[in-house]
C-alpha cells in the first residue's frame, strides 16, 4: 500500500529545486516511476510531498556537437536515445545499450537520469557511460557542479547526489578516432536487469594498431558499477592478442567483488566477468580497427 502524499508537479528546474529545497527530507523525487514506484508500493519510500518532474521539458533532450560530443538531459526517455539518430550514427553503444533495457513500455517513460539515480548496480547504462568516459551534471539552489560518473556510484543504491540536487545532464565527450566500445549483458529473463553486464572502449593508436587507451566497466558484478583497472593495465600500450584478452578477463574476474542471490553465486558471476571481459574487448577492438 502506497502511503498519502501531497503530490507536486513543478513546470521548470527552478521550481522544482526550490521544492527540494523547501521540503528536505520529507519530499521524494519522481521522474518516470519505473523504480520508484516498486520501492513505495513495498513501504520502503514513504515520502510526505512526491515531486513529479517529469513535465520539466528543459530537461529532455539530446544534442551533439564536434567539439562538445553528446548532451542528454537526465529527464530523457529511454526509449528517446536508442530511437535517436544523432545517437546511432556518433554513439551506436547507447542506443545497442537501451535496446536491450526492460521492455517498451518501460524505455518509453523511465528516463536515462532515473536509471543513474536509483544506483541500482546492475543498471544498464552505467558501465556504458562510464566505457565512453561521461560526466554527469547536477544542481541545487546553491549553483550546479558536474563529476566523473564514475564517482558518482558510492554503494548499493547510493550515489554522490547531495541533498537538494537534482541530475540535470549527462555528457558524453567525442569519441576519438580509432575508438570502439561495446557492451554486452547477460541475462536469463529477456529484458530483466543484467546478471553481469560489460563494456569495454579501446582506443588503438594510429599506427601499427598498439592500444592506446582502454576502460573496461563491469554492471552487477560489486556493489556499485565498477571499472576494472588491473585488467585495463594488461592491455594499455601494447598490441592486443588474444593471449592479452584472457589475461584482461582473468584479472577483472578477481577484480569484481560479486554478491550471490537468487540470479547467480557469487562464482558464476566471476566466471560471466572472465567470459564477458575477453568477448567483448575482442568486439570493441574489432570495431575499433573499423573506425
Ligand atoms: C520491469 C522492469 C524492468 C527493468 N529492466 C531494466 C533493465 O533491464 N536495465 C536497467 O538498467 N534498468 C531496468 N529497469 C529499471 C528502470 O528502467 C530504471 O530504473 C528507470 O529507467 C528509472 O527511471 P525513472 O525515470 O522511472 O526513475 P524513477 O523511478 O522516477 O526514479 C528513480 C530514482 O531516481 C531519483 N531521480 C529520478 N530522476 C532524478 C533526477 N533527475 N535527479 C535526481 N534524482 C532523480 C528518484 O528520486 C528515485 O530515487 C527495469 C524496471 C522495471 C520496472
Known amino acids: 500500500m502506497i502511503r498519502d502524499?501531497?503530490?507536486l508537479t513543478p513546470k521548470t528546474l527552478e521550481e522544482a529545486l526550490t521544492l527540494l529545497d523547501k521540503y528536505g527530507d520529507e519530499c521524494k523525487v519522481i521522474a518516470g516511476g519505473q523504480s520508484l514506484l516498486i520501492l513505495m508500493k513495498q513501504?520502503?519510500?514513504?515520502?510526505?510531498?512526491?515531486?513529479?518532474?517529469?513535465?520539466?521539458?528543459?530537461?529532455?533532450?539530446?544534442?551533439?556537437?564536434?567539439?562538445?560530443?553528446l548532451r542528454i538531459g537526465a529527464l530523457t526517455p529511454h526509449r528517446a536515445i536508442e530511437k535517436s539518430p544523432?545517437?546511432?550514427?556518433g554513439f551506436a553503444v547507447l542506443a545497442e545499450m537501451e535496446n536491450r533495457l526492460a521492455s517498451i513500455q518501460t524505455r518509453n517513460w523511465g528516463t536515462i537520469g532515473g536509471n543513474l539515480c536509483h544506483g541500482d548496480p546492475a543498471g544498464d547504462p552505467a558501465p556504458v557511460l562510464i566505457a565512453?568516459?561521461?560526466?554527469?551534471k547536477m544542481a541545487s539552489l546553491k549553483g550546479e557542479r558536474t563529476t566523473a560518473i564514475e564517482d558518482f556510484f558510492l554503494d548499493y543504491f547510493e550515489t554522490a547526489l547531495e541533498?537538494?540536487?537534482?541530475?540535470?545532464?549527462?555528457?558524453?565527450?567525442?569519441?576519438?578516432?580509432?575508438?570502439?566500445?561495446?557492451?554486452i549483458k547477460f541475462n536469463v529473463i529477456e529484458s530483466d536487469l543484467a546478471t553481469v553486464g560489460v563494456a569495454v572502449s579501446i582506443t588503438l593508436g594510429s599506427s601499427e594498431g598498439i592500444c592506446q587507451d582502454v576502460r573496461i566497466a563491469l554492471g552487477a558484478a560489486a556493489s556499485t558499477p565498477v571499472r576494472a583497472k588491473q585488467a585495463e593495465a594488461v592491455l594499455r600500450g601494447k598490441k592486443i592478442t588474444d593471449n592479452l584478452l584472457r589475461e584482461a578477463g582473468q584479472?577483472?574476474?578477481?577484480?569484481?567483488?560479486?554478491?550471490s542471490d537468487i540470479?547467480?553465486?557469487?562464482?558464476?558471476?566471476?566466471?560471466l566477468v572472465k567470459v564477458l571481459v575477453k568477448?567483448?574487448?575482442r568486439e570493441a577492438l574489432a570495431r575499433a580497427k573499423q573506425a
Do not use: C, M, W
Open 5 to 7: 502524499f501531497e503530490y
Open 43 to 69: 513501504g520502503l519510500v514513504a515520502p510526505e510531498y512526491l515531486i513529479d518532474i517529469k513535465g520539466i521539458t528543459e530537461l529532455n533532450y539530446i544534442k551533439s556537437d564536434a567539439k562538445e560530443g
Open 86 to 89: 544523432v545517437v546511432r550514427n
Open 132 to 136: 565512453l568516459n561521461a560526466n554527469l
Open 163 to 183: 541533498p537538494g540536487e537534482l541530475l540535470t545532464e549527462i555528457q558524453v565527450p567525442v569519441v576519438p578516432p580509432h575508438t570502439g566500445t561495446v557492451y
Open 251 to 259: 584479472i577483472a574476474s578477481t577484480e569484481a567483488e560479486p554478491i
Open 263 to 271: 540470479y547467480a553465486s557469487e562464482e558464476y558471476r566471476r566466471e
Open 279 to 281: 568477448r567483448v574487448s
